[in-house]
């Protein structure tokens, strides 16, 4: 429904709400649960909430760090992250990786998660995720305001060169997305969404209309 007396603030003067909206507005936002090594090989697991794919072919995904994290010094330093699907089943280990530990300190053994050697990349994956994207780092891009001003916060863009899928997840040979029951970062502080198979719906695109 069209409204004319819709709640308007302008960014710089706050939003006049108890709570800022914009992470609840842009959202469910795929959660980008980054695994990545330092140049001395400690491994880091995180996960990201401004995260998404940016081109087809090559595969391009990024995700956005807000401050110079671990993450990105070690996307930085070897050239290479992997993604790791966060599912309903992997909620609980995956906020644990959240936590703000020592440079030095494992999330993999915080988490109880299994770390496991990529293919192409230095990075390890995590077993127990059922999609894994091995990536190369492309682009490290630091965000500016509108003024040219540089924000601490990084861009990080990868090329996925290797996919791990588990063969559950596909049927027939098509990835089955509401199976894996991906968890979403939603609004509020402690929001998120669960894709299921009662989410579900069809539309065809104009185009592809006979």
């Given at each position: 429904m069209a409204r004319d007396d819709a709640h308007f603030y302008e960014t710089a003067a706050g939003?006049?709400?108890?709570?800022?909206?914009f992470n609840a507005i842009v959202g469910p936002r795929p959660i980008g649960w980054i695994s990545s090594l330092s140049a001395s090989?400690?491994?880091?697991?995180?996960?990201?909430s401004f995260f998404n794919g940016f081109n087809y072919r090559p595969a391009i995904v990024g995700f956005s760090s807000i401050g110079w994290k671990d993450s990105v010094a070690n996307a930085s330093a070897t050239g290479d992250f992997v993604w790791n699907l966060a599912t309903r089943e992997l909620a609980n280990p995956m906020n644990e990786t959240s936590a703000s530990i020592p440079s030095d300190e494992d999330e993999f053994?915080?988490?109880g998660l299994t770390p496991v050697p990529s293919r192409l990349v230095g990075s390890p994956r995590v077993l127990e995720s059922p999609v894994n994207f091995?990536?190369?780092l492309t682009q490290l891009i630091r965000l500016t305001d509108v003024d040219g001003t540089d924000v601490?916060?990084?861009l990080v863009l990868g090329q996925v060169v290797a996919v791990h899928i588990d063969r559950e997840r596909l049927i027939d040979g098509v990835y089955d997305t509401y199976g894996a029951r991906p968890i979403l970062r939603a609004g509020g502080p402690a929001d998120y969404a669960e894709i299921g198979p009662e989410s579900k719906f069809a539309m065809?695109?104009?185009?592809d209309r006979s």
């Open positions: 939003t006049g709400l108890p709570h800022d909206p090989g400690t491994r880091n697991l995180a996960p990201y053994t915080r988490s091995e990536c190369r601490d916060t990084w065809t695109r104009p185009d």
